[in-house]
């Protein structure tokens, strides 16, 4: 029994992209049934925030959950965010050669679409941390988001970067969540061009070769953009690129809510306070634990059930009733400045104190007098 609750628990993505999916189907007020859901989830996450779960292992130290089951749902996945994509097809097939649905009905279905679609980044996540077949199907998830380069970026940028100023995916203090999500997508996107550029140079071939995975990164969003043109012509490509920016907004929130304002000194090793921990129950059930950061970027190929509580510095809620704080900037600059003080105080040693004070002397000179 514990097997099985160990196991299914993770189940709330796929079985609510299903229902989302059944909405885009069915149509009519049910279109908006994916930004209902998300509400909800905001909600479930805000009355959980002080429920906190250690990871299941029995008495021998073994762990409940089954890597076969978890990685079938992962693939799985891929399939299912096609399917999300063809059913907002569907949609705008209906709605510019029909004219058989109403406007708002497909302003529901591309918002619907692309909040879930965004919440492909927690299995292309965990996925490109598997050197082998995981990894391809990590660049496919992410390749509906048209942000193939991520699975690249993200293991050998982001992991090895963690906390300064040459990993994009870290926002420094004082940046907000919309200024970050350019820029960090726009920085990863900048490292895999480099990488590709330079293998590809000491290779001796050419930079449009098929050997380019930066490029081909982007051919896999191909198949993405004929379907949307064929069904909507300009309005199709207006819906993709609305569903690309939700998804990618998405993804980048997760980055900044996960490692906002941390430093870490050049060359010395990723340790657990270099993360912000996020792991309320409902957090860590929807994200399949993606909010355990400090545990997992000290053990990156740590299978995902299996990461624990290690202490590190947290917010103490969850990643949804974050999330809106970060909408606002100005809330999220007053509710992040006690955990970074905190941080600074417990964590931060005496070289990252005088990195802070380096990069912030603005900052700090106003944190001082506002004391």
């Not at 908006?32 to 779960?53: M, S, Y």
């Not at 965010?81 to 279905?109: D, K, M, P, R």
């Not at 490109?128 to 193939?148: D, Q, T, Y």
């Amino acid at each position: 029994m514990k097997t099985l609750y160990v196991n299914v628990r993770y189940l709330i993505v796929p079985v609510m992209t299903v229902i989302t999916i059944s909405g885009l189907y069915f149509g009519g007020i049910y279109a908006w049934i994916g930004v209902f859901l998300f509400g909800l989830n905001t909600i479930v996450d805000t009355l959980t925030k002080d429920i906190h779960l250690r990871a299941d292992f029995d008495s021998e130290g073994n762990s409940y959950g089954i890597k076969a089951f978890q990685y079938s749902v992962m693939y799985l996945m891929l399939p299912t965010f096609i399917l999300l994509q063809i059913f907002l097809a569907y949609n705008l097939y209906q709605f510019v050669s029909l004219e058989a649905i109403s406007a708002i009905e497909l302003i529901g279905a591309t918002l619907s679409c692309g909040l879930w679609a965004g919440l492909g980044i927690i299995y292309g996540h965990e996925l490109s941390h598997n050197k082998k077949e995981g990894f391809k199907v990590s660049r496919a998830i992410m390749a509906l988001s048209g942000a193939a380069h991520f699975t690249y970026a993200h293991v050998y940028n982001h992991h090895l970067d963690l906390a300064h100023e040459d990993d994009p995916a870290t926002a420094p203090r004082g940046r907000n969540v919309y200024a970050h999500a350019w820029l960090s997508h726009v920085g990863q996107s900048k490292f895999s061009y480099e990488l590709e550029s330079k293998k590809l140079k000491k290779l001796g071939k050419s930079f449009f070769s098929l050997d380019n995975k930066w490029l081909l990164g982007y051919l896999y969003s191909l198949p993405s953009i004929i379907l949307f043109v064929w069904a909507g012509g300009i309005i199709g490509i207006f819906a993709l690129l609305s569903v690309w920016i939700i998804s990618n907004f998405l993804l980048e929130a997760l980055n900044f809510m996960g490692h906002y304002g941390l430093i870490r000194e050049h060359g010395k090793p990723v340790e657990h306070r270099h993360s912000w921990d996020n792991d309320n129950l409902f957090t860590s059930w929807f994200f399949i634990e993606i909010g355990r950061q400090c545990d997992h970027h000290v053990r990156g190929e740590t299978y995902f059930w299996e990461l624990d509580d290690v202490k590190g510095p947290n917010y103490g809620i969850g990643y949804f009733s974050l999330f809106i704080l970060t909408l606002i900037p100005s809330l999220f600059r007053k509710f992040v400045q006690k955990h970074l003080d905190h941080w600074d105080e417990h964590y931060a040693t005496e070289a990252e104190k005088n990195i802070i004070n380096d990069l912030y002397p603005a900052l700090v000179s106003h944190e001082a007098a506002s004391s």
